[in-house]
């Protein structure tokens, strides 16, 4: 992931949290990669809070006056 352009959460209960996230990835990236890094960002969450996360990752290129 180059940079987060947006985050967004939702609780949904007790045991629930849904995390989106609007992502610039380099342009060379594949979709195989993209979901590889959505599952790690869950594994990380679920061993950091105490829900279930579902991360959903929304890739784009980012605009241009914010490209590194």
Same mark, same amino acid.
Not at 1 to 15: I, S, V
Not at 21 to 28: P, R
């Given at each position: 992931?180059?940079?987060?352009?947006?985050?967004?959460?939702?609780?949904?209960?007790?045991?629930? %949290?849904?995390?989106?996230?609007?992502?610039? &990835?380099? @342009?060379?990236?594949? #979709?195989?990669?993209?979901?590889?890094?959505?599952?790690?960002?869950?594994?990380?969450?679920?061993? %950091?809070?105490?829900?279930?996360?579902?991360? &959903?990752? @929304?890739?784009?290129? #980012?605009?241009?006056?914010?490209?590194?």
């Amino acid at each position: 992931m180059d940079k987060l352009l947006d985050l967004r959460t939702m609780y949904l209960g007790p045991e629930r %949290l849904i995390v989106a996230a609007n992502v610039a &990835f380099s @342009d060379e990236i594949s #979709a195989d990669r993209a979901e590889d890094v959505a599952d790690h960002i869950d594994k990380r969450l679920a061993d %950091l809070l105490p829900v279930t996360p579902h991360v &959903f990752l @929304d890739p784009t290129q #980012a605009p241009a006056k914010t490209r590194t």
